[in-house]
Structure formats: structure tokens, C-alpha cells
Nanobody, 124 residues
Framework: QVQLVESGGGLVQAGGSLRLSCAAS????????MSWFRQTPGKEREFVAA????????GYADSVKGRFTISRDNAKNTVYLQMNSLKPEDTAVYYC?????????????????WGQGTQVTVSS
């Protein structure tokens, strides 16, 4: 069982930055692929970014590439999402997800555990 707790969301103006954090329980954090997804009302949860267990491999949605950076600190059991140059269309609830293995999945159903989410609102 893995428990995830996201934090760092909030209200920011367009062009601003936020850093999200996701703290995970469990002694095998270094064995998980970690990801960030986001969801707006009435839409499916969509992939944002993922990072391999070692942190050496990352993947991003085209919509955030060059603006967002995913990273992890395995000593702290934490994954981060640095979000720069935020746009109003980035407004969503952001979730972190966990899957075992090394494949950077981009589908919802590839992840077995989720946090409760943190709201990010970008004003124009």
C-alpha cells in the first residue's frame, strides 16, 4: 500500500510559477515510476509528466514541455513538479500517481495509487 500527499497548489497569475510536491509512504519509493496528471471538471484525468525510479528518465505532455520539470528526491520519498510560465489553461486539480516498474506510462489506468489532488488556478 502506498499513500500519497500532494501540496503546493494555489492561485497564481499567468506567467507565474508554482512548485508542487508529492510525498509518498513506503520503503520502496525508489522502485516506483512517479507521475503527475491533471483534471478539470467534466474531463478525463490527463498525463502531465512522469519520472523513472532513478530519476534518469522523464517524459512530458506536449502541452507542458519546456515549461514544467519533474524531479524526485528518493531520500525524501518526494516527487516535485516545477511549473513555470503558467497559463490559464493549466488550471486543474493536479494528482500524483505511482506505478511499479520502469515504464513511463501515460494512461490513467497504468497507475495504481493516487493522491487526493491539489488545486492549481492560473488567472489571466
Amino acid at each position: 500500500q502506498v499513500q500519497l500527499v500532494e501540496s503546493g497548489g494555489g492561485l497564481v497569475q499567468a506567467g507565474g510559477s508554482l512548485r508542487l510536491s508529492c510525498a509518498a509512504s513506503g520503503r520502496t519509493f525508489g522502485s516506483y515510476v512517479m507521475s503527475w496528471f491533471r483534471q478539470t471538471p467534466g474531463k478525463e484525468r490527463e498525463f502531465v509528466a512522469a519520472i523513472s525510479p532513478s530519476g534518469g528518465n522523464t517524459g512530458y505532455a506536449d502541452s507542458v514541455k519546456g515549461r514544467f520539470t519533474i524531479s524526485r528526491d528518493n531520500a525524501k520519498n518526494t516527487v516535485y513538479l516545477q511549473m513555470n510560465s503558467l497559463k490559464p489553461e493549466d488550471t486543474a486539480v493536479y494528482y500524483c500517481g505511482v506505478r511499479y516498474g520502469s515504464v513511463l506510462g501515460r494512461r490513467n489506468d497504468e497507475y495504481g495509487y493516487w493522491g487526493q489532488g491539489t488545486q492549481v488556478t492560473v488567472s489571466s
